[in-house]
């Protein structure tokens, strides 16, 4: 069982998230949702995640913040950012610039995904970063 982390202060965002996951991953997964990312450092401190899907734009802490402090915490654990604010896409641009993004987070690659993502293709990461299955990380990465 693989234990992923919605971070989301919209309900129904993380719904629809959580409801992409069982539909496609069925007994797969056990996933937990909150809405702000103190209360989910709260948590990573208690619990361990697999992977952590957050909108960048969360209460108190922005989801880049966030993260910098997860891996602080766990430099292995997955994570997807999920976002539909055009404002956003400088976060998108940051973490792409690889060796930005490996001074300042370590750990595997982050991947950003826009709003609303086809949930094909967010099953596909779902599934590649679960698997660690770094090809097929690779391959969905040609279709976004």
């Not at 490996?102 to 750990?107: A, L, Q, R």
């Amino acid at each position: 069982m693989f234990k992923i982390l919605i971070i989301d202060d919209c309900r129904e965002d993380a719904e629809l998230t959580e409801k992409v996951l069982f539909k496609n991953l069925k007994d797969r997964v056990d996933v937990t949702k909150v809405c702000a990312g103190e209360e989910a450092l709260d948590l990573l401190k208690k619990e361990d995640f697999n992977l952590i899907i957050t909108d960048y734009c969360i209460p108190k802490l922005s989801g880049l913040e966030l993260i910098k402090r997860v891996r602080l915490l766990n430099q292995d654990i997955e994570v997807i950012f999920l976002s539909d604010d055009e404002g956003d896409r400088n976060v998108e641009r940051y973490i792409l610039d690889t060796k930005k993004a490996k001074e300042s987070i370590p750990g595997p690659p982050i991947i950003f995904l826009g709003k609303p993502a086809s949930p094909i293709i967010f099953t596909e990461y779902v599934n590649a970063l679960l698997c660690n299955d770094r090809n097929l990380k690779s391959q969905t990465a040609a279709l976004n």
